[in-house]
């Protein structure tokens, strides 16, 4: 409130007042209560994450998702799968120092690429997806990577598992490894997300579309 009525002493007619990015991590009534304050509109000046308005956009999906029934597991590391009948039947985790398995219908696996662990390079220059040991688009990095540093980027980033039109993870002869089985975000070949700035469309554009298929019933 201080802060608010000081700035109304310097604020002209017509001006738009610009603040930094922390008006209020839940209370949502923060932002009208400093406007009606300083007597003109505000604005939040974004910054790098982490940052206010995406940790409050966080709660509130979060919390609009428990609301639908999603299960949130926090510090739990997915390990392998079991199959049944060709087709992804549980999903083995590692939670509190055990390991379980999880029934499930459908599996998207969006776990990232090289800079979360999900894709590794060995000391043999091999070239793996390290959760479930899917088929991806070289598994040799020989060729994969240059030595001009300040050149073209380095086709290593580029490899990932490659899916269908329905984002299900698909293998050398082009049919699904698992008709449940789909794959969205940065574990997705073909393209260099950072160079691109292409990285928040396609996590978000591969995940809506994988959704779809599922409740469309695609793998049934």
């Known amino acids: 409130e201080r802060f608010a009525r000081a700035v109304k002493t310097v604020v002209q007619p017509d001006e738009v007042v610009g603040v930094p990015a922390v008006l ?3 209370d949502s009534a923060v932002h009208a209560e400093v406007e009606r304050l300083v007597g003109a509109p ?3 000046i974004g910054s790098q994450p982490p940052s206010i308005p995406g ?4 709660e509130r999906l979060l919390s609009h998702a428990k609301q639908q029934g999603v299960r949130v597991m926090l ?3 997915v390990t392998g799968l079991e199959t049944e009948g060709g087709r992804v039947s549980k999903i083995v985790l590692h939670a509190a120092g ?3 398995t999880l029934p499930v219908d459908a599996v998207v696996h969006c776990p990232g690429g090289f800079e979360s662990g999900a894709l590794s390079v060995n000391s043999y220059n091999q070239v793996s997806e390290t959760i479930f040991g899917l088929p991806i688009t070289a598994t040799d990095a020989t060729e994969l990577i240059h030595g001009d540093y300040w050149g073209k980027p380095q086709p ?3 490899v990932g598992v490659r899916v269908d039109e329905s984002m299900r993870v698909i293998g050398e002869d082009d049919a699904p490894v698992y008709p449940n089985l789909y794959a969205a975000g940065g574990i997705l070949a073909g393209s260099i997300r950072w160079r691109e700035k292409s990285g928040e469309g396609i996590a978000l554009g591969s995940a809506a579309k994988a959704a779809a298929a599922i409740i469309e019933g695609v793998d049934a």
């Open 156 to 158: 290593l980033f580029e």
């Open 42 to 44: 505000v604005f939040e």
């Open 24 to 26: 209020g991590l839940r």
């Open 75 to 77: 510090n739990a590391e």
């Open 55 to 58: 940790m409050r956009m966080n």
């Open 98 to 100: 055990r390991s379980r």
